[in-house]
T-cell receptor
Framework: DTEVTQTPKHLVMGMTNKKSLKCEQHMGHRAMYWYKQKAKKPPELMFVYSYEKLSINESVPSRFSPECPNSSLLNLHLHALQPEDSALYLC?????????????FGEGSRLTVL | AQSVTQLDSQVPVFEEAPVELRCNYSSSVSVYLFWYVQYPNQGLQLLLKYLSGSTLVKGINGFEAEFNKSQTSFHLRKPSVHISDTAEYFCAVSAPSGNTGKLIFGQGTTLQVKP
C-alpha cells in the first residue's frame, strides 16, 4: 500500500471548469512535490513545498495553483486548463535534507481535459 | 547541473533470462542515484538507491545496481526476470546539496518480458 494517497484517481474536466487534486501523506515528511507525467515520458517537476512554503516553481502556468494547507496535505487547483494539460499528475513526499532525496510517490491522478 | 541518459528506450527479454538496463549520468558534483519502477497505471516505486559506501546496491524484487564513478554509470541488473517485471524503469539523480530532493530523471526504459 502506498503511503502517499492521491484523490481522485481519475478526473475529466472541461476547459472552463475548476477542480482540485488532493494529496495526503502521514510519514512526517516536510517536503512535498507535484510532478506531471505524459505518456511514455519521465515525470516533470512542477512544484516543491518545503516546510509548507513554496520553494520551487518550475515556471508552471498560472492555471495550475498549488496549496499546502499543512504538513500532511498538498493540493493542486486547476482552472481554465487546456487539452494538452491532460496527463498523470503525481504527488510525492520526502524528508528535507535527508534520505539522499528519496521520494515517495502516490499512484497519481489521471487528468483528461476536454 | 546534472543529467541522466538511459541508453535503451526498450529492452525485450525472455522470461528467466538476465537483463541489464543501462544508465549514465553527468554531474560536476557528487550525486545520489536511484532506480524507480513504474507499473502500468501506477505511480513510481523505488527499486534501489546509491548514497555512498559499497558500490553494489541491492534492491527489491531481486534487482541490483552497480555504481561506477569512473564511467559515471549506474546500470541495473537482474539475473532472472519474470513476466511481472514488465514495466517502465527510470534512473534518476539528485545532488546532495540543498534542502529538497529534486530528482532529475532519465527518459525511461521499457522492459518487456516475453514468455
Amino acid at each position: 500500500d502506498t503511503e502517499v494517497t492521491q484523490t481522485p484517481k481519475h478526473l475529466v474536466m472541461g476547459m472552463t471548469n475548476k477542480k482540485s487534486l488532493k494529496c495526503e501523506q502521514h510519514m512526517g515528511h516536510r517536503a512535498m512535490y507535484w510532478y506531471k507525467q505524459k505518456a511514455k515520458k519521465p515525470p516533470e517537476l512542477m512544484f516543491v513545498y518545503s516546510y509548507e512554503k513554496l520553494s520551487i516553481n518550475e515556471s508552471v502556468p498560472s492555471r495550475f495553483s498549488p496549496e499546502c494547507p499543512n504538513s500532511s496535505l498538498l493540493n493542486l487547483h486547476l482552472h481554465a486548463l487546456q487539452p494538452e494539460d491532460s496527463a498523470l499528475y503525481l504527488c510525492a513526499s520526502s524528508q528535507v535534507g535527508g534520505s539522499g532525496g528519496e521520494l515517495f510517490f502516490g499512484e497519481g491522478s489521471r487528468l483528461t481535459v476536454l | 547541473a546534472q543529467s541522466v541518459t538511459q541508453l535503451d528506450s526498450q529492452v525485450p527479454v525472455f522470461e528467466e533470462a538476465p537483463v541489464e538496463l543501462r544508465c549514465n549520468y553527468s554531474s560536476s558534483v557528487s550525486v545520489y542515484l536511484f532506480w524507480y519502477v513504474q507499473y502500468p497505471n501506477q505511480g513510481l516505486q523505488l527499486l534501489l538507491k546509491y548514497l555512498s559506501g559499497s558500490t553494489l546496491v541491492k534492491g527489491i524484487n531481486g534487482f541490483e545496481a552497480e555504481f561506477n564513478k569512473s564511467q559515471t554509470s549506474f546500470h541495473l541488473r537482474k539475473p532472472s526476470v519474470h513476466i511481472s517485471d514488465t514495466a517502465e524503469y527510470f534512473c534518476a539523480v539528485s545532488a546532495p546539496s540543498g534542502n529538497t530532493g529534486k530528482l532529475i530523471f532519465g527518459q525511461g526504459t521499457t522492459l518487456q518480458v516475453k514468455p
